[in-house]
Structure formats: structure tokens, C-alpha cells
């Protein structure tokens, strides 16, 4: 290792890997954050790809990226600028310098820089040469003839050694933040275990980009990031798609009962039934339906037979699944819809993030049908709410929506690996055999007890026409018909006494409450925490992950504020529910519809300007 | 194996009364798997009716067994759900031409695709019935209806030609006139492993009323059906004097001892063949030129999509060395900090 330069230690780091789709950036990115996570640091991940596989090669709207946080510090979220970009060509610079931190560090392939890919890219200057770099510490590499002269004698064809280049760059990073090489090595060997040729080739060229780094002499400063000490215990790095499945598996082992998902393939959920479709050694059951409507239905059937049963979705699946989501609800049967919102309306932005169906969730179907809405909040706390939205289905008889959306699916974070004894139980109502089954009797909660098909003499009809009350019936009565629709919303209602109190950070009242719901928990949270810690304002926060029912502690929270300001990536769904549920209190908005998470320098901002107004 | 108890048609009468139409042909059909079930070896508690929306769909109020009442066009799709999730159970869909010919279709075409191990009745009366009377996917061209008052202008599926082009394993056709046959072909629809689709012809007496009388009529059915059957020859006519020939192509009806056919020429129906060419100019045989066949045109044995899912699960159980949720989350890559 060199001795030439100086060695800092930062607190937090975000690194931007940008290049075409194809280039590696987001095996890059994983492969840096699984470092990061070995030698101890928190950290989130977010990639961001364009909705084509392969859009046009070098072209900006075919540049792919994947953002990486880490820090001895907490990390909450997948971070604002960059303190590094990585740009494999002048699309991927282009279209990431404006997120880059003024005096950050640009690393570029060099090579990449020619007449033919500034054509490509429809650009008209080049940004190495016309002053747009002047301020940024920039690392030309020559990437593209280090890595062909590096692997020269290895008789691979250059196609194959180009899609080396990413390895060049992580090799040179590995320096830049001191880094153990060895550690990214077995990475690509354990990557390419069955292509030991191709893992020679990587481990050559990692080498190879250490060592130019080493030599040039632009790095005059290399950074170390220490293990975060605020964390001990196991962890893995989880995606929020790969939690959510989990926490699904997980729920089913708990309860003990059979699992069964009927989906339909969907960008940003379809992860989730691929990750369950892995799982057959467990017993998971998986269905890939014709479409989204057979999705849901082949779950309500599979439901009905007394398996646990899920279907996944994003928001125009969940569109086509509304009728059907009103025959679970009204034959009251469990059932765990997920829903990973992306930009809408129609087709929308399937690869972006925004928190835009919740109205849908709420009130997008035919007759009074209420059924629960949950969030989770962070890609690890997806396990826990995936296991909560079917706990609270499988008690209450009754299906449950739990949203996550394209920023928690698939971006990623550190997940403490439970122990699975201290998961909570899951208790399903069963009809034993011949018990004088009468379908629509209620308990205390007004649960109905579940019945299923293969028990003998519990015999009995569900379906979507209304049922008389206790006996399951057909019934027109009008009475009958009050009674059920006011029980089915009762039942519901009854559900947020099982809620954990709504947690507020910071000051239990004052000024300000800042409100947010679901996946921006992480920005919310540090946005506040910066803005409070300068701030002689009396500031709290708090996060819904619980949106209908409501908690019950809402109200009581709300009233200790002079102001509440609702933060959500839409523009102002769930203050619109606050509105509707609790109408007492005046509510303030802060939205953003660009389809892209908060930015804590924007919620700061926005904190700032309310408070500075009072 | 325990011991089935000896059924009888009561069992499987429900407590609700019936509320078809005077004279409606779903009655027959009704009493036909009443008659069916107690024969079939399956135990009352594994019975499941599963159905989407229609007069049709309101059977599995009717039949004392578990049951589903779905959505429009979606039983196919709960049923799925149903048999994958308990695949002991024998799982009956009972559907209509417009909830399994037209809001249904998908999941009609994709579930015999599949063969899951399903019964599948379907009510054909040409007509939507429950709203009161415009014309479905099987209406005849040009027929006059609510919504086609000066004729269809469509042309209408025969669900057997759809069936065979999803490579469907069992297609039968019945009349529901004939509870005696009716019954026999549910029977054969219960034994075979695989999506086991009967169409009903059916009578919708209010809206549609003799729309199958060419066919079922007493006078002239005896020359418009032919009872087809496996490994038997396909005759047909009052004194089976009439059979079935093919040429090039086509199946011909021919009189034996006439223009020189004799028995010999007549065709042998093999219900059981892999290749379902044969079954598919079977299941389109129409009139005037031939006879509509009834009974069991297809019957092929193959795997069926549940037995494979079973399959593959304890393969892999077999295989793997996760074997529950605290192998899983500890293994790969993880970090202690």
C-alpha cells in the first residue's frame, strides 16, 4: 500500500455506481456493500435502472445505477449526493452529476470518452474538457485498454473481458477506502464458482485496478470508514423483496400452516414470488396464474382449503385485483395482498418509487369494504410487517394490504437475524370436526371461525353474496344487511387495539410533529434528527406503519402539537385519510411526486422554512 | 385407507331451497350430481363446488358438500387455489357459457393447459340468463337477443374446440335430457385424473327456451346425437343403421349398406389417444351435416399439475438442506458486528 497519502476517516460515505445497463454496476454496488457489511458498517442500498433490459447501449435513458450508504454511523437511508460517482461512460456522468457533492470524487473510464459515445449519448460538449468538472476531484482510468492490455494473453474474446471493467473500478475502490483486497476477491469467487475461468479473469482485473490506483497519484487521499458500534449481534444484508418473502415463510412456519402464493409477474414485486418459488424444501407452494385476477383468486380458493395465502402485486395488479379483494372481504377469509407501489398512473414508472396507491388500497373497491392497510418502513422491517400483515390476517379473518414499494424492494439494508422462538405466535381460529359449525358466528372480536374443506360435517357455502348473519345463508334482508356491513367494519375497527403504541421520536409535544407513513421513515428521520439537533424548536417525529386502522393513539399524539406537517411521496394521500379520520386537526403538506425518494437536504429545507415562519 | 360411508342423493340435498326457473334445465343437472356423487368414492367433507356468476353458479348452494359461490368468470381460478392448496380434495367447477366462455375465458383455457385435477360442468344454454337475456360467446350467429335485436354478428366458440386447443385431457358432452347419460359421463369426469371438462347442452327455458331441440328432442335426437363411447364404433340412428367414416380430413355420416359402407368402415372411438386430432373433429361435429356427439370425446392420461407440484416439493425436500425459517436466515452470507 502506498504511504504517499493521507487516510481520513469518515463518518458516512454514499457511492454512486453508474454505467449502461450490462456494465455491472449493480453487481458493482452489491459486491461493495457486502464488503462494507463484512468489515462492520451499517448500511442501505438503492439501485436505479431504467425499465428496458437493454435500453439502447450508451444512451442516457439506458444508464443503469445502484447507489450504496455506509458509515460508522447509522444509516437510514440510501442517501442524498454522492461522495463518489462511478461513471463507465459520458451517458452514466451526464445524466448522475447533478447528484454528485460539490469537491466530491468523479472516477471515470477514460476510454469511454470519445466522438462516437458523446453521439451515442446526444451530448454536445464533452464535460472533460468544457470546466463542468472544475470543483470535483476527477479519476480518469483508462479502463477499457487497462483491462484488454491486463487480460491480453488469456485468449478471451473482448466482449467477455469488457465485462470485466466493473471489477477495475471495485479494485480501485478497494483502495480508495483501504480496504482488504482479498475480501472482494472471494466475492467473485464465490460469484463465479462455477466459471473458474471468468473469476480468474475478475480477480486479474480487481488486481489490476488496486494497483493503478496505488500508482497514479490523483488519490492523494484514501478514506477508512469503522464498524458502526451502535449494531452487534448477526446480521445479513437483505433486499426489501427477499425480507418480505421471509417474513411471509416465516409467518407460516409460526402458525403452522401451509403456505401458498397465487401471483403474477409485475415490476418492482415480481422478486418476491421468485424468492418464494426457491423455496419448495419448506413446503412453499407457488402458483404463477395467467393474470393477476387468477393471482388473487387462486389465493382466496387456496384460503378457503385453510392454507395461508398471499398474493403479490404493484399498483395496476392491485387495480385488477379489486373486485376480488371485496369477495375476500366479505367471505372473510385470510388473505396477505402485497402491494410494491411504483409510479403511476396506468404503466406509470414501474422501475421508480412513489407511495401512490394508498388511497387505491383504501377505498378502490365496489360496496363498504374495509381492509386493513399496513406499511413497512425500511427493506429489513419488511420482514416483520410481511409477518404482522399475516398475523393480523390469520386472527382476524380477514384480508390485509401491506404495501412496501420499489425504494424498500429493492433496495437494501442491514436485517438482525432473528431468532425465530421470539417471533410472535400466530393463533388461527380452526373449526374442529362436527362442531355445529355456523359460519358467520362471531367471537368478542367479531372473528369468524374458519372452516375447512376435508373436516367432516362442517359442510358449508361462502361466497360473494351476502350472507345472513351467524348461519352464512344467501339473505336480501335489508336489517341483516345493516348488521353484516356494520360487524365486517366493527371487526376491522377492532383490530388496532392489538397495535404497539405509535412510537414519536424526539419531543413528546411541542412546535412541530413531522409525519410520514411507510418507506420514508429512513430520510424522515435523519432530516429531523439534523434539523432538531439545530434547532431550539420543540420537534417530534413519527412514522405510520399502521394506516388503517388507524392507531389508536393518533389523536392524543396529534393534539400535543401546535403544528403537524404529513411528508409523503404523493400529493397528500395520507393526509387526506388523516383529514377524513380525524378531522379535528389541521394538516400541513409536504409532497413530491417526481417518482423519486425524499432527499434529507429537501425535507431539512422545508422543516427549516416552517419553523423559521412560526 | 378408511372406510367411505354408503352415501345416498339426500346427502348431498342442502337445506336451501332451489331458485331456478319452473323448467329449468339445471335442475336435471342438479339431481344428476346428486345421483353421481354417491358412487364416485369420495368422502362428503372433500366434496368442494366452486363457481363464478350465474344461474349456474347458484349450485353450490344446492349441493350439501363445501362450496364456493365466486366471482363472475373466476371459479376456474379459486378452484386452482383450492385444489393446490388440499390436494385431496376433488374439486367440481360449475360455470356457465358466459362465465367460462366470455369474463372467464383466460382461466378457462389456462386450467385445462395445466390439467389440474378438476371437474369442470359446464351449462351451456347459449344465453345469459341471470341478466335476463342477451346473447354469450356460444350464441349462434345471428340469433336475435336483448342486446342483438336485429341478430349476432359473432362468431360463436364451441367450448370443445377451445378445450382441444388448450390440450385439454378430458372433454365430454352431455344433454339434459338424459340424466342417465348425464350421470354416466360424471362418473367417467370423476375417475379421470386431470382437468375433466363436460359440456351440458342446456335448456334456459325463459330466455332461450328449444335451443338445443334439433338435438334433444325425442323425435329426431336418435339421428342428430351420437352416443360415443371408447373402443366402441360410432353409430347413431334409431336402429344404429348410421355411423361416422373419415375422409381425407373430414368425418363423413354414412348408412351402412349403402354407397358401398359397410361396418368395417365405421371408426372405432379412442377416447384415450394422446394425439387429440380426432377428438377435435369429434367435439366440432354440428348440424345439419353430422350429428352433435355426446359422452367422453377425450380421456387422455397424463400427469396432472398437482401430482407435479407434490412431486417436485419432496424432490427438493429430498435434496435440501433447509429445511425450516432458522436454516434459511442464517445461511449465506451473514455479518456478526
Known amino acids: 500500500m502506498a504511504t504517499n497519502n493521507k487516510k481520513i476517516e469518515v463518518e458516512r460515505i454514499v457511492i454512486k455506481f453508474a454505467g449502461d445497463s450490462g456494465d455491472g454496476m449493480q453487481l458493482s454496488g452489491t ?40 458509515g460508522h454511523a447509522d444509516i437510514n437511508t440510501s442517501g442524498d449526493m454522492a461522495d463518489v460517482l462511478v461513471a463507465l461512460n459520458p451517458a452514466a456522468l451526464e445524466y448522475n452529476l447533478k447528484h454528485v457533492k460539490p469537491g466530491g470524487t468523479i472516477v471515470l473510464d477514460s476510454d469511454s470518452f470519445n466522438a462516437k459515445a458523446f453521439k451515442k449519448a446526444k451530448l454536445t460538449t464533452n464535460r472533460l474538457e468544457d470546466g463542468s468538472l472544475d470543483g470535483f476531484i476527477v479519476v480518469e482510468a483508462p479502463v477499457t485498454t487497462q483491462c484488454r492490455l491486463t487480460l491480453k494473453e488469456t485468449g478471451l474474446d ?102 401458498f402464493l397465487g401471483s403474477y409477474p409485475i415490476t418492482p414485486a415480481t422478486e418476491i414470488l421468485a424468492e418464494l418459488s426457491k423455496h419448495k424444501s419448506l413446503n412453499i407452494k407457488t402458483f404463477q396464474a395467467e393474470d393477476e385476477i387468477a393471482g388473487i383468486n387462486s389465493a382466496i380458493g387456496a384460503a378457503y382449503a385453510g392454507n395461508l395465502a398471499v398474493t403479490t402485486t404493484s399498483g395496476p395488479g392491485l387495480s385488477l385485483k379489486s373486485e376480488a379483494l371485496g369477495l375476500a372481504c366479505i367471505t372473510e377469509l385470510p388473505l396477505v395482498i402485497v402491494n410494491v407501489m411504483r409510479g403511476g398512473p396506468s404503466t406509470g414508472l414501474p422501475t421508480k418509487t412513489e407511495q401512490t396507491d394508498l388511497l387505491q388500497s383504501l377505498w378502490g373497491r365496489n360496496g363498504e369494504a374495509p381492509i386493513p392497510v399496513i406499511a413497512a418502513s425500511s427493506p429489513a422491517d419488511c420482514f416483520d410487517y410481511a409477518y404482522a ?100 367494519a366493527a371487526k376491522i375497527d377492532k383490530i388496532a387495539d392489538s397495535y404497539p403504541a405509535q412510537h414519536v421520536y424526539g419531543d413528546q409535544e411541542g412546535d412541530l410533529l413531522i409525519v410520514g407513513w411507510g418507506s420514508s421513515h429512513g430520510v424522515l428521520y435523519d432530516a429531523f434528527s439534523e434539523v432538531k439537533e439545530n434547532s ?74 416552517i419553523l423559521e415562519a412560526k | 385407507m378408511t372406510e367411505i360411508k354408503q352415501y345416498t342423493r339426500k346427502d348431498f340435498v342442502s337445506d336451501q331451497e332451489v331458485k331456478w326457473c319452473a323448467g329449468c334445465g339445471d335442475f336435471s343437472i342438479l339431481a344428476s350430481i346428486q345421483n353421481t356423487l354417491p358412487e364416485i368414492g369420495v368422502k362428503k367433507e372433500n366434496l368442494v363446488f366452486v363457481s363464478g356468476i350465474g344461474c349456474s353458479s347458484r349450485f353450490p348452494y344446492y349441493v350439501d358438500t363445501y362450496g364456493f359461490h365466486g366471482i363472475h368468470g373466476r371459479a376456474a381460478a379459486i378452484a386452482s387455489g383450492v385444489k393446490l392448496a388440499n390436494p385431496e380434495l376433488s374439486v367440481w367447477i360449475m360455470s356457465g357459457d358466459g362465465d367460462s366462455m366470455a369474463i372467464g375465458g383466460n382461466h378457462f383455457i389456462h386450467i385445462l393447459r395445466r390439467n389440474l385435477d378438476v371437474n369442470y360442468i359446464l351449462f351451456n344454454n347459449q344465453i345469459y340468463g341471470l341478466t335476463k337475456g342477451q346473447y354469450s360467446p356460444t350464441t349462434p350467429l345471428g340469433q336475435k337477443t ?172 429430498g435434496k435440501s438442506k433447509i429445511k425450516n425459517m432458522t436454516d434459511l436466515i442464517n445461511s449465506g452470507n451473514t455479518f456478526e458486528l
Not at chain 2, 359473432?154 to 350421470?183: I, S, Y
Open chain 1, 389 to 488: 400483515a399475516t398475523k393480523m390476517a390469520v386472527e382476524h379473518m380477514t384480508p390485509v394490504i401491506l404495501h412496501t414499494d420499489s425504494y424498500l424492494g429493492n433496495g437494501s439494508g442491514l436485517w438482525k437475524i432473528p431468532n425465530m422462538d421470539d417471533m410472535p405466535s400466530i393463533t388461527p381460529k380452526i373449526a374442529k370436526a362436527n362442531a355445529d359449525y355456523l359460519p358467520f358466528e362471531r367471537d368478542e372480536n367479531f372473528v369468524r371461525t374458519w372452516a375447512w374443506p376435508g373436516t367432516e360435517g362442517n359442510e358449508h357455502r361462502v361466497g360473494g353474496l351476502e350472507k345472513l348473519d351467524g348461519k352464512g345463508s344467501v339473505s336480501h334482508d335489508p336489517e341483516n344487511h345493516a348488521l353484516m356491513t356494520t360487524l365486517r
Open chain 1, 158 to 259: 473482448s466482449k467477455t473481458i469488457d465485462k470485466t471493467r466493473n471489477q477495475f473500478i471495485t479494485g480501485l475502490l478497494a483502495y480508495m477506502f483501504n480496504r482488504d483486497i482479498k475480501l472482494s476477491e472471494d466475492f467473485i469467487t464465490s460469484k463465479f464458482a462455477k466459471k473458474p475461468s471468468i473469476a480468474d479473469a475478475n480477480i486479474k482485473i480487481l488486481r489490476a485496478g488496486y494497483n493503478f490506483a496505488d500508482t497514479i497519484e490523483v488519490l492523494s487521499t484514501t478514506y477508512i470508514v469503522l464498524p458502526n458500534e451502535n449494531k452487534s449481534g448477526k446480521y445479513r444484508n437483505i433486499m426489501g423483496n427477499t425480507a418480505t418473502a421471509w417474513g411471509l415463510m416465516a409467518a407460516a412456519e409460526k402458525s403452522g400452516l401451509n403456505f
Open chain 1, 536 to 609: 431550539d424548536a420543540k420537534i417530534g417525529f413519527t412514522n405510520f406503519n399502521y394506516i388503517f386502522p388507524l392507531p389508536n393513539d393518533t389523536a392524543d399524539i396529534f393534539k400535543k402539537y401546535k403544528r403537524i406537517l404529513v411528508c409523503e411521496l404523493n400529493s397528500g394521500q395520507f393526509a387526506n385519510h388523516l383529514r377524513y379520520s380525524l378531522p379535528e386537526f389541521d394538516y400541513e403538506k409536504y409532497n413530491k411526486i417526481e417518482a423519486q425518494p425524499f432527499m434529507v437536504s429537501e425535507l431539512k429545507d422545508k422543516f427549516n422554512e
Open chain 2, 146 to 317: 336483448k342486446t342483438s335485436p336485429f341478430g349476432t354478428i359473432e362468431h360463436p366458440f364451441k367450448p370443445g374446440e377451445l378445450a382441444m386447443g388448450a390440450e385439454g385431457t378430458f372433454f365430454a358432452r352431455a344433454v339434459d335430457t338424459n340424466p342417465k347419460e348425464m350421470k354416466e359421463i360424471f362418473i367417467e369426469a370423476a375417475k379421470h385424473k386431470g382437468a375433466s371438462l363436460v359440456e351440458v347442452l342446456q335448456n334456459c327455458v325463459i330466455f332461450n327456451n328449444n335451443t338445443h331441440k334439433e338435438i334433444t328432442d325425442k323425435v329426431t335426437r336418435a339421428d342428430n346425437q351420437i352416443y360415443i363411447k371408447h373402443g366402441e364404433k360410432m353409430l347413431f340412428g334409431k336402429d344404429k343403421e348410421k355411423g361416422l367414416v373419415l375422409e381425407g380430413l373430414k368425418i363423413k355420416s354414412v348408412t351402412i349398406g349403402e354407397d358401398g359402407y359397410t361396418m368395417d368402415d365405421i371408426l372405432v372411438h379412442d377416447a384415450k389417444a394422446e394425439d387429440n386430432t380426432m377428438a377435435f373433429l369429434l367435439a366440432r361435429m354440428s348440424l345439419p351435416e353430422l350429428p352433435v356427439a355426446v359422452g367422453v370425446i377425450r380421456a387422455y392420461k397424463t400427469h396432472t399439475y398437482n401430482d407435479l407440484m407434490e412431486l417436485q416439493i419432496s424432490d427438493v425436500q
Open chain 1, 31 to 70: 459486491q461493495f456493500s457486502d464488503v462494507a457489511a463484512i468489515l462492520g458498517n451499517d448500511l442501505a442500498t438503492f439501485p436505479d435502472f431504467p425499465s428496458e433490459i437493454r435500453a439502447p447501449q450508451g444512451t442516457i435513458a439506458g444508464v443503469s445505477g445502484f447507489q450504496v450508504h455506509i
